[in-house]
């Protein structure tokens, strides 16, 4: 098992489940160990079905573990973890309530009165960039604003850690960007831990502080990726920076060998 670091703060400890139905067993995840350090975002990343959901809804607290242990901030996670701030790869708006009104539903239940309410929700749609959609309704707005509605209300629950389930699969390229460079800024802001599902290998690199890559059926884990940039990268200049691209080819490496090895002609003059 690898070493526990003092500054570990989620740690998966040799983290096996297997999920029961009827009859039969079936495991999901093995022998996972995995530390991860408060204030970081930690990339799941791998095929789907090797067991990346799974790693979420144990931090969450909603299924335990069949062998191993599961620990937040130096306790086993037993039962609901409501440190955590939970989107899943719906987004679940309430389809009768206007963005303003998804936004608030945390707050509503946490007993906030009206006017901090309000005021509260106004400051969020402005983080996200929605200030100007807040009466608009979910279905009179686009994928990408949806997105951005579901984290703000994600935000509006103030937890210190945000667990993301593949929150911008459907999006086009440039909303992607514009998204992931949201949600970093956001995330240093507030010192936010995020562990955060992908089968993107560009969107890994790119978010990540570290990967950790997994592979096969059931899932384990292929290796731990430290990224080469500081936490304060600027998103958009990624591309022009040979850190970033030598950090994407050793994640395509990990996870495609077969499609990855370099063309001839650029083997030959290397
Ligand atoms: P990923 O998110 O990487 O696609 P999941 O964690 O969702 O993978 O699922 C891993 C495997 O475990 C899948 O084969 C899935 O069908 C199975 N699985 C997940 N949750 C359950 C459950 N509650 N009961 C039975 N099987 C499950
Ligand atoms: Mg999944």
Request: hydrophobic share 40%; charged share 20%; with cysteine.
């Amino acid at each position: 098992m690898a070493d526990v670091r003092p500054d570990d703060f989620i740690v998966f400890s040799d983290v096996t489940k297997t999920f029961q139905t009827g009859t039969q067993s079936y495991t999901a995840i093995r022998d996972v160990t995995l530390s991860m350090k408060r204030g970081d975002i930690t990339m799941l990343l791998g095929p789907s079905g090797c067991g990346k959901s799974t790693l979420l809804n144990m931090t969450a607290g909603l299924i335990s573990a069949s062998k191993g242990r599961v620990s937040y901030g130096g306790t086993e996670v037993s039962g609901l973890n409501g440190k955590v701030a939970y989107m899943t790869q719906q987004d679940h708006l309430l389809p009768w309530r206007t963005v303003a009104g998804n936004v608030s539903v945390p707050l509503e239940v946490a007993g906030l009165p009206k006017r901090q309410c309000e005021a509260r929700v106004a400051e969020l749609l402005a983080l996200v960039g929605l200030k100007d959609f807040a009466t608009s309704y979910p279905n009179q707005i686009s994928g990408g604003m949806r997105k951005r509605c579901a984290l703000a209300r994600l935000l509006a629950a103030e937890r210190e850690t945000l667990l993301l389930d593949e929150p911008f699969g459907a999006l086009d390229a440039q909303l992607r960007l514009t998204l992931q460079a949201e949600l970093l800024r956001i995330c240093r802001k507030l010192n936010l831990t995020v562990m955060f599902v992908t089968h993107d290998i560009e969107e890994a690199a790119a978010l990540g502080d570290r990967c950790a890559v997994f592979q096969g059926r059931p899932g384990t884990i292929a290796k731990v990726f430290d990224n080469p940039l500081p936490k304060d990268r600027d998103l958009a200049r990624l591309r022009f920076d040979p850190r970033h691209h030598a950090f994407t080819n050793e994640l395509w490496a990990m996870l495609t060998p077969d499609l990855s090895a370099a063309p001839a002609e650029l083997q030959a003059s290397a």
